[in-house]
Nanobody
Framework: QVQLVESGGGLVQSGGSLRLSCVAS????????VGWFRQAPGKERSFVAS????????YYADSLKGRFTISRNNAKNTVYLQMNSLKSEDTAIYYC??????????????????WGQGTQVTVSS
């Protein structure tokens, strides 16, 4: 069993930056690929970024490449999402998730077994 806890969300002005953290419990976290997803008001949850178990492979939603960066520190059981040049359309609840079905970075929501409770990001224009 893995428990995930996100933090780092908040209110930021357009053009600003935030770094989200996802801290996991469980000794085997370093063997899981991890992803970030987001759900904006009135919209379905969508893929943001993912990272392989080793951290060597990453995968991003096309529209977010260049602004968002995912990374991990397995010694701290933590995955990060650095978000720069934020826009109002980035306003959403951001969730981290871990998959046990693959060690590779994946965008498929169905691959993810464990989910955090989410952290709210609000970008004001």
């Amino acid at each position: 069993q893995v428990q995930l806890v996100e933090s780092g969300g908040g209110l930021v002005q357009s053009g600003g930056s935030l770094r989200l953290s996802c801290v996991a419990s469980g000794r085997t976290f370093s063997t899981y690929a991890v992803g970030w997803f987001r759900q904006a008001p009135g919209k379905e949850r969508s893929f943001v970024a993912s990272i392989s178990w080793s951290g060597y492979s990453t995968y991003y939603a096309d529209s977010l490449k260049g602004r968002f960066t995912i990374s991990r520190n397995n010694a701290k059981n933590t995955v990060y999402l650095q978000m720069n040049s934020l826009k109002s359309e980035d306003t959403a609840i951001y969730y981290c998730a871990a998959t046990t079905t693959t060690r590779r970075a994946t965008s498929l929501e169905a691959d993810y077994v464990y989910w955090g409770q989410g952290t709210q990001v609000t970008v004001s224009s």
